[in-house]
């Protein structure tokens, strides 16, 4: 791992997007490293701890590093499981998704916190859109501009 100029927390690239941060979750995080987990955050699109053991106050601690958490279950607090009858969805499958995205107001970020995880297996997969248009040669970019809400795509050159 890359020591990072952010007190304790030190953190590597995540291929092929986002980095995985080394850092016990339950310990309090300093001003400056509420503000390294923010800005890496926004930069790299998602942000990986191994290994955490927390309750869900410690989770909503740590998620307020990146900006106001919803608190209701009805604001969607809550768990999921693959288990008949246990969380809120049962033995479905989601697609790739992006809660409220198409709303005045999508989520800016969305924590998980994985109970029961084994090894080389995952049911969780992360799609970055900013990434995968940044990848896009501008001669796309430059077609997908008049297409749908062209204000909300970035400059071609970026």
């Known amino acids: 791992m890359t020591e990072s100029a952010a007190g304790r927390l030190r953190w590597k690239a995540n291929r092929p997007f986002g980095l995985e941060v080394e850092f016990d979750l339950r310990q309090p995080l ?5 503000g390294a987990l923010h800005d890496q955050l926004y930069a790299h699109g998602l942000l990986l701890f191994r290994g955490q053991a927390l ?29 008949e009858g246990k969380g809120t969805q049962g033995r479905i499958r989601l697609p790739y998704h992006c809660d409220l995205a198409f709303t005045p107001d999508p989520y800016l970020a969305i924590s998980f916190l994985a109970l029961d995880v084994q090894g080389g297996r995952s049911s969780t997969r992360f799609a970055n859109g900013a990434h995968t248009y940044r990848m896009l040669p501008v001669a796309l970019k430059d077609r997908l501009r008049g297409l749908g809400q062209a204000s909300a795509l970035p400059p071609a050159g970026t």
């Open 55 to 83: 309750t869900m106050e410690e989770q909503i601690r740590v998620a307020e590093c990146f900006g106001p958490v919803l608190i209701s279950a009805a604001d969607g607090i809550g768990y999921l499981s693959n288990v």
């Open 30 to 34: 300093t001003e400056i490293e509420r």
